[in-house]
């Protein structure tokens, strides 16, 4: 990799961590309330496809990687609304954040890239170490889909997002922008 090409990749990398920064400052749901009641403690259901949701559907995709160990599909009980890293606790879902942003981003999902995972992507490989930002063109994503409505981008991390019954959260794993978004 050039010079130019990794100063390049790296202003990419800070731009998105000052876009999702500024976007988890300036940004909450209209919706959320101040307080929330903790998930139930009733274990999370083998398959989020196994029927209705009335909890929280939680949907785990490894996208290009196809990284079986990551993906997963549940439905987690809830009543009230909900942190999204307690939901993700109660689905048996571990993420992994960076050195640098331990509770901020995303950077493994069970595992998944691996620190030895040669994952390929338009310029070559690329190995995530987890020290800071993600990579620009490969990275988890975090996204909501309110009962009745269109997945969207989460404006908030792990760490401060709230869910609510009949919600779905996915983690989708992203190389050059593929997939774009969740599947319907």
């Excluded at 439905?75 to 993700?88: E, G, I, N, R």
Aim: include cysteine; charged fraction near 20%.
């Amino acid at each position: 990799m050039t010079l130019t090409k990794m100063r390049t990749a790296a202003a990419s990398s800070l731009a998105a961590a000052g876009l999702l920064f500024s976007l988890a400052a300036c940004s909450a749901p209209a919706t959320q309330p101040a307080a929330s009641e903790p998930a139930s403690s009733a274990a999370s259901s083998p398959s989020a496809s196994d029927g209705p949701c009335t909890g929280v559907k939680v949907i785990v995709d490894s996208g290009s990687l196809k990284q079986a160990a990551a993906d997963k599909s549940v439905c987690v009980p809830v009543d009230a609304a909900t942190p999204a890293s307690k939901v993700l606790e109660e689905a048996d879902i571990k993420t992994v954040g960076t050195e640098q942003y331990p509770n901020e981003l995303v950077c493994r999902v069970n595992g998944v890239p691996a620190a030895d995972f040669d994952i390929t992507h338009k310029g070559g490989t690329y190995r995530e170490e987890c020290k800071g930002m993600p990579a620009a063109f490969a990275y988890w994503s975090l996204w909501t889909k309110p009962a009745s409505g269109e997945w969207a981008y989460a404006q908030e991390g792990l760490a401060t997002l709230k869910v609510n019954p009949g919600e779905s959260l996915e983690l989708l794993y992203t190389v050059d922008g593929e997939p774009a978004a969740p599947k319907a």
